[in-house]
């Protein structure tokens, strides 16, 4: 499902945290580079902490926070996506398949995936 950026996303992200609190992620960024991506990936593991989101005019910033993985609860890493145009997501029946990307005004794409579920 795909989400404009002229839409508060707030609620929406609000319940996404909600249904992924705690669970180790996975952080991403692609870059266009010709006719190619170039890939980026920023962290492994870390559990997802919370989100934020900020409309600003045209587009919304949106921070994603990760705890340590050591399960201190405090907030380790922050990652903004800075003029985010849309949003795409992923919701699986299990949360096995749930993740978000969002895609900014320069064109990079921030895709959040997470780690396997305990069995």
């Known amino acids: ?9 707030t609620r929406f992200l609000d319940l996404f945290l909600e249904r992924n609190q ?4 996975r952080l991403g960024v692609f870059v266009e580079s010709g006719e190619a991506f170039d890939d980026y990936w920023i962290e492994d593991g ?10 600003k005019g045209e587009g919304t ?5 990760f705890a340590d993985a050591g ?3 405090e ?3 922050t ?3 800075t003029d985010a145009r849309s949003m795409k997501f ?26 396997n579920l305990p069995n």
Do not use: C, Q, Y
């Open 1 to 9: 499902m795909k989400a404009e950026a002229k839409h508060d996303w």
């Open 22 to 25: 705690d669970r180790p992620t």
């Open 46 to 55: 870390m559990p997802l902490n919370g989100i934020t989101v900020e409309p």
């Open 61 to 65: 910033d949106v921070e994603l926070m």
């Open 71 to 73: 399960g201190s609860g």
């Open 75 to 77: 907030t380790r890493m």
């Open 79 to 81: 990652h903004v996506v």
């Open 90 to 115: 992923e919701l699986g029946l299990l949360r096995d398949s749930d993740s978000l990307e969002f895609s900014d005004s320069e064109g990079k794409h921030t895709v959040l995936r997470f780690e």
